[in-house]
């Protein structure tokens, strides 16, 4: 059985909109590479509400529009609408001092025992190690 990966919306915002990143690293491949390798190891993508609204406010996608993207892809999924609970996000946020929209990414992956959050802004996240790990794509890639 695969691994569950909690992703971040920049590593799909990424692979759609062909990014590349300020050395001029081809963010897109990348991220289809880990796609691709999600496939084939059939580790699962957890996707949560608040990547559905962050795709929406950056490329306009609608939920529907993703689900497909992914299907069309043969990527495992699996979607959450929970709501981490407060007390945790608040602990995030004094354990790790991020702003709220990540500590609510890291108090999702972490109330779903995720792997690891699968993000381009690593550094975002490095601070809430303690809660769950992150890695780029490009990282779980280097390990095979």
Known sequence: MGKLFYLDSNVFISFVREEMDSAFNLRFVDSERFFALCRKEKHVLLLSGLF????????????????????????????????????????????????????????????????AIISWNKKDFAKSKNFVKCSTPQEILDMI
């Not at 609408?81 to 407060?86: G, M, R, T, V, W």
């Not at 004094?94 to 990414?105: T, W």
Request: aromatic share 4%; with cysteine.
């Open 52 to 115: 559905f609204k962050e795709v929406k406010k950056v490329i306009s996608l609608d939920k529907s529009d993703i689900l497909e993207e992914f299907e069309r892809h043969g990527i495992p999924i699996a979607c959450t609408e929970n709501i981490p609970s407060k007390e945790l996000v608040s602990s995030v946020i004094k354990e790790s001092r991020i702003h709220l929209a990540d500590a609510v990414h890291v108090a999702l992956a972490y109330e779903s025992n995720a792997d």
